[in-house]
C-alpha cells in the first residue's frame, strides 16, 4: 500500500506529464523502483503540488532550466510536453528557449530548439 504522498504525487504526475511522465516511472521499474517512488513523492507529491505558482508557471521554470542545463535532453522533451499538457503554447514554448539563449548559450538553446521540434512533431 502506497503511502498518502505517493498517491498525491501520483495524481499531480499525471496531470503534469500525463502518458509521458508515467512513461518515465514505468522504465525505472526493472532498475530503480525505490528511485520512482521517490521521483513521484518528492517532486510531485511535494513540490509541484504547492499552491503559490499554477503548474504553467511552474512548467516554463522547468522547461527554461532544462535547456540552460543542456544536457538533459530526454527530461526536457517530457517537460515541453508537460508544458503542452499544462497549457503553454507553441509559440510560448519557442520564446522560452530562445530567451534561454542569452543565458545558457546558442549552443543550448539549439539543443532545446531541437528536443522542442522533435515533440512538436510527433504531437501532430
Known amino acids: 500500500m502506497k503511502s498518502e504522498r505517493y498517491n498525491k504525487g501520483w495524481e499531480k504526475l499525471k496531470e503534469v506529464d500525463g502518458s509521458a511522465g508515467e ?23 511535494d513540490i509541484y503540488s504547492r ?15 532544462l535547456t540552460v542545463m543542456g544536457n538533459v535532453t530526454e527530461q526536457l522533451k517530457v517537460h515541453i510536453h508537460a508544458g503542452l499538457n499544462v497549457g503553454c503554447t507553441k509559440e510560448e514554448i519557442v520564446e522560452i528557449i530562445i530567451q534561454m539563449s542569452v543565458y545558457g548559450g546558442f549552443p543550448c538553446a539549439l539543443n532545446g530548439l531541437f528536443a522542442m521540434k522533435e515533440i512538436f512533431n510527433n504531437d501532430r
Do not use: C, M, Q, W
Not at 512513461?23 to 507529491?45: H, M
Not at 499552491?51 to 532550466?65: C, H, N, P
Open 51 to 65: 499552491e503559490k505558482l499554477d503548474l504553467k508557471s511552474r512548467e516554463i521554470a522547468t522547461i527554461a532550466t
Open 23 to 45: 512513461k518515465v516511472i514505468e522504465s525505472l521499474k526493472d532498475i530503480a523502483p525505490e528511485f520512482a517512488d521517490l521521483l513521484i513523492e518528492f517532486p510531485f507529491g
